[in-house]
């Protein structure tokens, strides 16, 4: 009877062992759901923003040991005398600017500061090209021609079995997917509480069946084309994103502070907007982007991916802006400009003939409105006049 009762006691004890953890591990999907369904309230975004550490899993990637690429002070710089009206309208929290090389202004808001690494969203997207350009060079993916599914058994049958990594870096993929983040049953939306609740990423990709058009007939911007392209970078290499831009990218461009990316439940990395750096590290990216890939003295991606991935080569609306391989290429561009550009105003905006690189973080919750992406335009284009002068 003794020795039925200890086997009973330690039953029972396993078996609250197991509950505790349970609850443990509910809790905390709980703790993101609540997160993901207030991450852009008004009283919580600027904050949220700087902190999506605290309610998401996440990964470090180690800045490593190379110098911090110097941002040297210049001439302080007079900007336009709207920019003042645009910071506070647009909720902008931090304004790096920057003139051959050179930090010509700098400035944070609402409460942010140098240190805080920022959510970029969809700025993550050309961090994620840059890799493909490195990965071309080295001969792991040889062919942008080549079929999604070539790389990613995966996904044969779905919305993805006819299209080229190509169209998929052109926004092109054709798939069926709603980005309406203010419908709470949009495909976007869902894919955040995928991540929120610890699911996979790449499960989520394989369940889009339908599709809208031929692959590669038109450009139709699709977040989840993004994380595509990382199933098909981890598949030619054999190892996780992660590590791969530690290497390739983050080591070599010497950043002043470690970023990191969001994941999702299996620890794969939120390649379509889960990028997180400092505004300064957003710069030295544009900087890189400026000098045709190379920073620090050192060739980082190759000079003629950079050419051609920031060239507007999809197939978009007649005078809409125009898209390359993950960057935007603005409605009447000069040679050479380009942007990185995420929800709720994230840019790195480049104009290679003036040397002017501008990185903005932004916590704006009226980005989708009539006239806004384009009004932010007009006044990147405005500092840039100003400081050509």
């Keep these: 009877m003794r020795s039925f009762l200890k086997w009973a006691l330690r039953v029972v004890l396993v078996l609250a062992a ?37 309610a998401f899993l996440w990964a470090e990637m180690d800045r490593g040991d190379a110098p911090v690429t110097p941002l040297p002070k210049g001439e302080p710089a007079t900007l336009p005398a709207e920019t003042a009206q645009w910071i506070e309208e647009r909720n902008v929290t931090a304004l790096v600017v920057l003139k051959d090389g050179q930090i010509v202004s700098e400035n944070y808001y609402l409460g942010t500061k140098p240190e805080d690494r920022r959510i970029s969203w969809s700025v993550a997207k050309s961090f994620l090209s840059a890799l493909f350009g490195i990965a071309e060079a080295e001969g792991k993916i040889p062919d942008m021609d080549a079929l999604v599914t070539n790389y990613v058994p995966q996904l044969k049958d779905t919305g993805y079995a006819d299209a080229t990594i190509k169209n998929v870096l052109q926004m092109s993929s054709g798939v069926t997917f709603d980005e309406d983040y203010l419908d709470y049953d949009s495909d976007i939306n869902r894919m955040g509480r995928v991540l929120a609740l610890g699911g996979t990423m790449d499960d989520f990709a394989a369940s889009i069946k339908d599709k809208d058009r031929p692959a590669g007939e038109a450009m139709e911007y699709t977040s989840i084309d993004t994380h595509v392209l990382g199933m098909v970078l981890r598949a030619a290499t054999g190892r996780s994103v992660v590590e791969l831009m530690q290497e390739k990218l983050i080591a070599p461009m010497g950043l002043e502070a470690s970023p990191y990316y969001l994941t999702d439940g299996v620890g794969v990395a939120f390649v379509l907007g889960g990028l997180n750096l400092t505004t300064r590290d957003y710069a030295r990216m544009g900087l890189m982007f400026l000098q045709d890939g190379a920073l620090g003295g050192t060739q980082i991606v190759p000079a003629d991916w950079v050419r051609q991935s920031t060239a507007p080569s999809a197939k978009t609306a007649p005078g809409k802006i125009g898209y390359g391989y993950q960057w935007w290429i603005p409605t009447g561009s000069v040679e050479g400009e380009f942007q990185a550009q995420g929800i709720y105003g994230q840019y790195v905006y480049i104009n290679r003939e003036a040397g002017i690189v501008i990185a903005v973080n932004s916590a704006d919750r009226k980005f989708r409105e009539a006239g806004v992406s384009d009004g932010n335009i007009a006044m990147f284009r405005a500092i840039t006049q100003e400081l050509s002068q």
């Design 18 to 54: 197991v509950a505790i953890v349970a609850g443990i591990w509910k809790r905390e999907q709980i703790m993101r759901l609540m997160a993901v369904n207030s991450l852009f309230t008004e009283e919580k975004i600027v904050n949220n923003f700087s902190n999506m550490n605290s």
